[in-house]
Nanobody, 126 residues
Framework: QVQLTESGGGSVQAGGSLRLSCAAS?????????MGWFRQAPGKEREGVAA???????KYADSVKGRFTASKDNAAYTLYLHMTSLKPEDTAMYYC???????????????????WGQGTQVTVSS
């Protein structure tokens, strides 16, 4: 049963914008301590991009600060990632994930996230 579904990826030119969405099941959204965005480029390790904990605290990777904004809609069980000023190095598969209790101390550590979506591809051309 799919409990996290990403959408909104696509191909854009450098400088463009995209908004990713992650629709979560009620169960996952209600029982998770954090919701996060991660990405993995070909040949590279998966890295944390942005994550939000239960209190609403948000942490961003240094590489996206000032360009990406994470938010969530509790009524819609949905997590968003608004990406602006996109760069070719932002090209990756972007994943949404739901975290366990320890994610609050390690917001961008993918080891703290047991539940994952299938991913949505973002491609930025120069």
């Amino acid at each position: 049963q799919v409990q996290l579904t990403e959408s909104g990826g696509g191909s854009v030119q450098a400088g463009g914008s995209l908004r990713l969405s992650c629709a979560a099941s009620h169960f996952i959204y209600s029982t998770s301590y954090c919701m996060g965005w991660f990405r993995q480029a070909p040949g590279k390790e998966r890295e944390g991009v942005a994550a939000i904990d239960l209190d609403g605290s948000i942490k961003y990777a240094d590489s996206v600060k000032g360009r990406f904004t994470a938010s969530k809609d509790n009524a819609a069980y949905t997590l968003y990632l608004h990406m602006t000023s996109l760069k070719p190095e932002d090209t990756a598969m972007y994943y949404c994930a739901a975290g366990g209790i320890d994610c609050r101390s390690f917001l961008l550590d993918d080891r703290e996230y047991p539940d994952w979506g299938q991913g949505t591809q973002v491609t930025v051309s120069s």
